[in-house]
C-alpha cells in the first residue's frame, strides 16, 4: 500500500513539470474547484521565483477574434475587451 503524502499543491506542481495543463483541467484531475486551482498555480509561481525553475503561462485567448493581450496571465477573463465575446481559451500552464 503506497500513500501519497505530498499537498494538492507538490502535486500540481509536480504535474505541471511532466505536462501542460489549464486551470480546469487541473481542478478536474486533482478534485477541487477552479478558484483553487488557480490559487495553487498563483503560490506555485511565487514559490519558483527562488528556484531554477519558472512557472510559463501561454495566455488566454479570444476564440472568436483572436485577442491575447490580456493584463491578467493567470485568470481567465470573463469576456474578450475588443469584441465582448464569452468564447476565450483557458490559460494554459507549465513549469520549466
Request: with cysteine; net charge negative; proline share 5%.
Amino acid at each position: 500500500m503506497s500513500t501519497d503524502d505530498r499537498t494538492t499543491r507538490e502535486k500540481i506542481r509536480a504535474h505541471l513539470r511532466k505536462e501542460e495543463a489549464e486551470a480546469g483541467a487541473l481542478a478536474a484531475e486533482f478534485g477541487v474547484t477552479v478558484e483553487e486551482a488557480l490559487s495553487h498555480v498563483e503560490h506555485i509561481a511565487r514559490s519558483l521565483e527562488s528556484a531554477d525553475e519558472e512557472l510559463l503561462v501561454a495566455p488566454p485567448a479570444c476564440r472568436s477574434c483572436g485577442f491575447e493581450d490580456f493584463d491578467d496571465l493567470i485568470n481567465r477573463p470573463s469576456r474578450c475587451p475588443e469584441c465582448k465575446s464569452e468564447n476565450l481559451s483557458e490559460p494554459v500552464f507549465t513549469v520549466r
